[in-house]
């Protein structure tokens, strides 16, 4: 059996914090990821990593083993069903420029296009249309997983469906994701026709979303919780659905271009995003976004992906890192979201990117993330003032009224939180104890986290 190539590097999350080492397998083939899990039976612990997206430590192992899958990127696509077989290592990025001239788009996409498409099935990802359409591993139709063991298996919502459900959102901890089967979404043009409104604060955008979005595939606000007084929440909600071909005005309706313009240089100082400068930033967001804008030709990176325009944007928060905190309460629990949000505005926490979305309802993961209600996303510089204390009162209030906080962005949660944030993390353990009873794959998430 074949081993991968192996080196030693020091591995962080995308919000650049926790840095620690690691012997990374760069995996090719199903052979060489099972010599890696069996080479990892020494009790020092295996993770998967794919692009390294995730914010916190969900792909790091300190002093064990990662194997990496980006190598290993293969996939097909059937032109008349949409049904694509994936490598685990296989971006959305390079699907995307396959999938779209062909008439067919991935079924959930994030913010960036650059996560795997086992990282995607690790983080159960969700995206602008969770209300209609769910998160990733809704649209899964099978996957092969390699266990700690070395053995291979097939899973599926109707194949082993306990194992299936506990690897949808299990951050890696079940098996490492070698393959998924998963459904395309049909389209008949690159561009989105996009409605956009201005609010004046939290209660407006809150409304429109509530009163409106079911009328709207996709639907996405900017918040800002810098403004003050009763502008707080103020927001550029854009919402939209994918054009059909005569609507596009393109002569080759499927065209799609999708490219990294700059790349934020290697070392940024710490002060580049502060309160001031993000502040600035915010207002002049907000002003130059129009007040009432309908049917805008919008192309895919502009509506999905603009932060990728910047090649590693992440180290624009300087050599501390950033903090990606992503909540979700329940419908019921509203006011909560409005707590959080007057809290936030004041201490005035600077966060350069904060997303209000609506979730509909969740899947059968015991892990996954999203639940009916509002999710709000912001990343804020490492190094805050008061951070920590802050963010840890914030935890217990969305605890308190049944939600929860994403694990794929977390570098920081207490522990003692995550059973009531997900209770049915008893019945995932018990899936995982069948698959892996000597506890061969962790995470340094999932040591922080006592997941197991």
Known sequence: MADAPRTYEELTGWGRTAPTAATVHHAVGDDEVAAAARAAADGRGLIARGMGRSYGDAAQRAGGDV????????????????????????????????????????????????????????????????????????????????????????VGPDQDPELFWATAGGMGLTGVIVEVVFQAQPITSSRLIVDTDRTRDL???????????????????????????????????????????????LDSPLAYRAAELVRAPPVAPSSLLNGLSIRAFNELWFRTAPRLRRDELQTIPTFWHPLDLVGGWNRLYGPGGFVQWQMV????????????????????????????????????????????????ALDIPARTAGLAPL??????????????????????????????????????????????????????????????
């Open 203 to 249: 209660d407006e955008v809150i409304e429109l979303m509530a009163s409106g979005d079911d009328g709207y595939h996709y639907s996405v606000a900017w918040t800002d919780l810098l403004a003050p007084g009763r502008r707080l929440g103020r927001s550029v909600l854009t919402r939209g659905r994918f054009a059909t071909a005569e609507e596009s005005g």
């Open 67 to 154: 194997v990496s899958l980006t190598g290993d990127d293969a996939f097909t696509l059937d032109r008349a069903t949409g049904v694509v077989t994936a490598r685990a290592g296989v971006t959305l990025e390079r699907l995307l420029h396959h999938l779209v001239p062909r008439g067919w788009f991935v079924p959930v996409s994030p913010g960036t296009r650059l996560v795997t498409v086992g990282g995607a099935v690790a983080s159960d990802i969700h995206g602008k249309n969770h209300h209609r359409d769910g998160s990733w591993c809704d649209h899964v139709r099978s996957m092969r997983l390699v266990l700690a063991s070395g053995e291979e298996v097939t």
């Open 329 to 376: 309460v329940p419908d019921a629990a509203t006011d909560a979201l409005r707590t959080i949000c007057r809290r936030l505005g004041a201490e005035h926490v600077p966060s350069f990117l904060t997303v209000l979305k609506r979730f509909g309802a969740g899947n059968p993961g015991p892990l996954s993330f999203p639940m009916a209600g509002w999710t709000l």
């Open 391 to 452: 963010l840890d009162e914030l935890d217990d209030l969305v605890a308190g009224v049944g939600g929860r906080v994403y694990l794929a962005k977390d570098s920081r949660l207490r522990a003692s939180l995550v059973p009531t944030m997900y209770p049915r993390l008893d019945e995932w353990r018990a899936v995982r104890e069948r698959v892996d009873p000597h506890g061969a794959l962790r995470s340094d998430l999932a040591v922080r986290l006592d997941l197991c």
